[in-house]
């Protein structure tokens, strides 16, 4: 089970909004987990993370970063960010690192 899921973007703040919707789905499937916003510059301030998760609009850094990071790097779904649909996202997630 992963312990801590990393979102980026540009600057850090529009994914704010989303952790804290991943927040609430996590409570409401009672998954003990942490989740944190950053800007694109920090990520590498936090390789505690499980897996990465870039806002589409810095989605072209996903090859460098997974190549860079050696954890799992995916882009959230357009849809679901524009939506901020923590929900799906999670589930998403946790699909992703199930496989």
């Known amino acids: 089970m992963i312990s801590k899921i ?3 973007c ?7 909004i989303l952790v804290q ?5 996590a409570l ?13 510059d920090n990520i590498s301030s936090h390789l505690d993370a499980d897996v990465v998760l870039l806002g589409p609009q810095i989605g072209h850094r996903l090859d460098d970063l997974s190549e860079e990071l ?5 882009v959230i779904n357009s849809i679901d ?3 901020m ?13 199930e496989s």
């Open 6 to 8: 990393l979102l980026a």
């Open 10 to 16: 540009s600057g850090g703040f529009s994914t704010s």
């Open 21 to 25: 919707k991943m927040k609430e789905a």
């Open 28 to 40: 409401a499937k009672d998954i003990d987990i942490e989740i944190i916003a950053v800007a694109e």
């Open 70 to 74: 050696n954890i799992p790097v995916f």
């Open 81 to 83: 960010y524009g939506m």
């Open 85 to 97: 649909n923590g929900e799906n996202v999670l589930n998403f997630v946790l699909s992703e690192l």
